[in-house]
């Protein structure tokens, strides 16, 4: 089945510095590919995703990159503020509707001032 | 739409009695996964439903963990005889699954948790 890994574990940032998350994933069948924000106690929210069709995606300050040759995907944050401080989760899933969504153990965001 | 909801937000239980978690997706979402998460660690797979059909439970402990999908009512994550290591937050997403020529929407929406305490 799918693994996904996630690196680093923890990460410490100026503000208004860039901020880079890595992921790889296992099984070479995965096409779609979520990140998702957790702050303390509340739930994880999808913040932006993308699909193998497509190499980079970018939102206003976040952007993914994927590459699917080596199985690396990318989550890019520039210009980092105090609300960007959070725990940030990696995913991978498969093109079919039995295809469960495995996430990355995680990466702990704190954005010093 | 007022998305995925789970109940109870805190369960407190005794070691030995059964935690009983529900979770109602999103309007329109056919499609359920359960995750576990321990304090300070990631989100672990458990089990993922389609309304009457367990589509994956390979994440679910054998024992003591059964889940649920009627066709009426909210997904039902059931614990038996629970133990001081079953406390953790247990959140339910749930997701579409529209198929669109080669890939399908999955995108998932989660509740905001059932934080299961074992004393």
């Given amino acids: 089945g799918e693994n996904v890994e996630q690196h680093p574990s923890t990460l410490s940032v100026q503000e208004g510095d860039s901020a880079v998350i890595k992921c790889t994933y296992s099984d070479s069948a995965s096409n779609y590919f979520p990140w998702y924000k957790q702050e303390l106690g509340k739930r994880p929210q999808l913040i932006i995703d993308i699909r193998s069709n497509v190499g980079e995606k970018k939102d206003q300050r976040i952007a993914v990159t994927l590459n699917k040759t080596a199985k690396h995907f990318s989550l890019h944050i520039t210009e980092t503020q105090p609300e960007d401080s959070a725990v940030y989760f990696c995913a991978a899933s498969g093109d079919s509707s039995a295809s469960k969504i495995i996430f990355g153990s995680g990466t702990r965001l704190s954005i010093r001032p | ?119």
């Fill in chain 2, 1 to 119: 739409n007022a998305g995925v909801m789970q109940n109870p937000r805190h369960l407190v239980r005794r070691r030995g009695q059964e935690a009983r978690l529900r979770c109602s997706p999103m309007k329109g979402h056919s499609h359920v996964y359960w995750y576990r998460q321990l304090p300070e660690e990631g989100l672990k797979f458990m089990v993922y439903l389609q309304k009457e059909n367990i589509i994956d439970e390979s994440g679910m402990p054998k024992e003591r963990f059964s889940a649920e999908f009627p066709k009426e009512g909210p997904s039902i994550l059931r614990i038996q005889q629970v133990v001081r290591g079953d406390s953790a937050a247990y959140f339910c997403a749930s997701s579409p699954i529209i198929r669109q020529g080669w890939s399908v929407d999955t995108e998932a929406f989660f509740g905001q948790g059932t934080r299961l305490t074992v004393v």
